[in-house]
């Protein structure tokens, strides 16, 4: 996603007649920040898992406060993506997907001693 998404600000910046010039140190630092942002992201899942297993929150309120979580991802990702609409999608769209693989993993996984393939 890191290609397509410096040359959609590329773009951008030469669709607003501005030359868009990188220093080595702020391109390691946007990758860099960037990785961190989408590898936290692809945590969801596992984070959701450890708070239905530990028993702190459970499924069924999860899927009860579903849009509730929803706009929570969209203000999330709102903080930590530039002020533009399309990065707020791209990292909005797959923590929404994530969320919902979770949901659908924690139906199997549930709570403790309920998982078959856990043991």
Do not use: W
Request: charged fraction near 10%; glycine fraction near 6%.
């Amino acid at each position: 996603m890191l290609p397509s998404f410096i040359d959609f600000l590329y773009q951008n910046a030469a669709s607003s007649g501005v030359v868009a010039t990188y220093s080595i140190a702020e391109f390691i630092s946007f990758v860099a920040l960037t990785t961190v942002i989408f590898g936290l992201v692809f945590e969801l899942p596992l984070f959701i898992i450890i708070l239905v297993r530990s028993r702190l929150v459970e499924r069924d309120l999860l899927v009860h406060y579903r849009f509730h979580v929803y706009i929570g991802l969209l203000i999330l990702s709102a903080l930590i993506t530039p002020p533009d609409v399309f990065s707020q999608i791209i990292i909005a769209v797959p923590l929404i997907m994530l969320f919902e693989i979770s949901l659908v993993i924690v139906r199997f996984v549930g709570k403790p001693g309920d998982c078959s393939i856990c043991g």
